[in-house]
């Protein structure tokens, strides 16, 4: 008997707060819904009809719309109608309002989506046990040794998901199933809403290599950037460098996981254990301000986000080791640095001197709206000694490898490296020591 190949399924909810939000607004499906702005302060047509637990008997010119919408606040989602017009997640919500004035806008309730959340994993759990968490709307499943994951390349099982989660839930997902988590990432995207997809190892230059390259998971807009400047657009492209020049031009460690990814070699583990991948804060400035003008301002609010997450950190007995940071300018574009120290932390002071570091790195001319902080790379407290054995034990036998002048992408497909690009020159370099 031939051992079973390895089956692995990313599934991920549709339009996930919004589908949430039509289960108890029954009366807006089918129309344009977006899910954003303040919780606080939320409609009080809205407030009422939830404490009299009426909400399916709201009319519909009862709803707040985006036209009536004033304030800086984003699209967290935003249902396929609404998409229609152009409109998606992390758009301003005055600028759906223009493409989309008649969209019903509702605020976020984490607490309810939080439930569905354990609902639909919860049917999951029942079927396939090896199941990794990826956030509220996404799990990975590992298909290989369940009743009907072999079928059809997978596609039995992921229909009976779906019709479980549909029949607990009333909500929908989509499902690709593939040799591995990166493929199989990609795949669930492709008949979304509502659909599956099956990727077999010998499909790649059909279904995979026409992709751009941002379809890939951890190649982000940065490193797209660069990708064009090469004349790379699409995976196919991508595939086509040898490895040694990728690693030439992207460094040894991502360059050999780009030749991997673009190769659709993935030999990561479906984890699954429930552990919190990270911890964050971040926060909207009431107006935009700037690093020179405004700095004693922001290194305070900077200083406060870092004790916030040390304090979400102790609260909850986790230390990390890799500390980020975001910013948002006043165009609404972001960008992300981050940091992986030589050993684990909670302490506010180090978070905040490490984050500051990060900062360093990101250009400040433009005015900021949003700032985070971010502890990733997490451990429980009372694990740090095993895992920074572990991580050793990594270094050492990395250490090793670099002696031996291997650079073969090939065997280093497990690992995403963290980005990692240079540190860059800003103007002001000292602002945040
Ligand atoms: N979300 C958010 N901010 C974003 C993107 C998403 O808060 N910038 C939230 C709202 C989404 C949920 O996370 O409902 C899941 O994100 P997805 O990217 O999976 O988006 P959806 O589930 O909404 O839509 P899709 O059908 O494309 O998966
Ligand atoms: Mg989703």
């Not at 660069?226 to 030439?248: M, N, V, Y």
């Not at 740090?384 to 090793?400: C, K, P, T």
């Not at 291997?406 to 990692?420: C, L």
Request: glycine share 10%; with cysteine; proline share 4%.
């Amino acid at each position: 008997m031939t051992a079973p190949l390895r089956r692995i399924a990313h599934l991920d909810m549709d339009a996930f707060y919004a589908s949430v939000e039509l289960l108890r607004y029954p009366q807006l499906k089918g129309l344009p819904v977006v899910i954003g702005g303040r919780v606080r302060g939320a409609d009080a047509a809205l407030m009422q009809a939830a404490a009299d637990n009426r909400r399916a008997e709201l009319p519909l010119d009862a709803f707040p719309r985006l036209r009536d919408y004033v304030g800086r606040g984003v699209i967290t989602t935003a249902t396929y109608a609404a998409r229609a017009y152009g409109i998606g997640s992390a758009m301003g919500l005055m600028k759906a309002a223009a493409l989309c004035p008649d969209a019903i806008l509702l605020p976020v309730d984490f607490d309810e989506y939080r439930h569905f959340s354990r609902a639909f994993k919860a049917e999951i759990l029942a079927v396939a046990p090896l199941m990794e968490n990826r956030g509220v709307d996404e799990v990975y499943i590992d298909f290989t040794h369940v009743e009907g994951g072999q079928e059809e390349g997978g596609r039995v099982l992921a229909a009976r998901l779906q019709q479980a989660i549909h029949r607990a839930t009333g909500l929908t997902c989509s499902v690709g199933v593939a040799p591995n988590k990166l493929l199989a990432k990609m795949a669930s995207e492709f008949n979304k809403p509502n659909g599956i997809a099956i990727v077999h190892d010998g499909e790649l230059a059909e279904k995979i290599w026409p992709l751009p390259c941002r379809k890939i998971n951890g190649i982000g807009p940065r490193t797209d950037e660069k990708l064009k400047a090469l004349g790379i657009r699409t995976i196919g492209e991508l595939a086509a460098w040898r490895g040694e020049a990728l690693q030439a031009a992207f460094g040894r460690s991502y360059g050999a996981w780009l030749h991997a990814a673009a190769h659709g070699q993935d030999d990561r583990p479906v984890v699954t254990e429930s552990e919190p991948v990270s911890m964050s804060r971040e926060t909207t400035f009431g107006r935009d301000l700037h690093a020179v003008a405004d700095r004693a301002e922001l290194g305070a609010i900077f200083t406060r986000l870092c004790e916030q997450v040390a304090a979400d950190l102790a609260r909850k007995g986790y230390v990390g080791r890799t500390i980020g940071i975001k910013v948002r300018y006043d165009d609404f574009k972001s960008v992300t640095r981050d940091h992986s120290a030589s050993s684990h932390t909670a302490d506010a002071s180090t978070i905040r001197q490490l984050a500051g570091q990060c900062l360093k790195r990101v250009p400040l001319e433009k005015r900021l709206r949003l700032i985070g902080v971010r502890v990733g790379g997490l451990v429980r407290t009372d694990r740090v000694a095993e895992a920074s054995a572990a991580l050793s034990r990594y270094h050492r036998a990395a250490d090793a490898a670099a002696h031996e002048g291997e650079g073969d992408g090939r065997q280093t497909v497990g690992a995403m490296p963290g980005g990692g690009a240079a540190p860059r020159a800003s103007q002001n370099l000292r602002l945040f020591d």
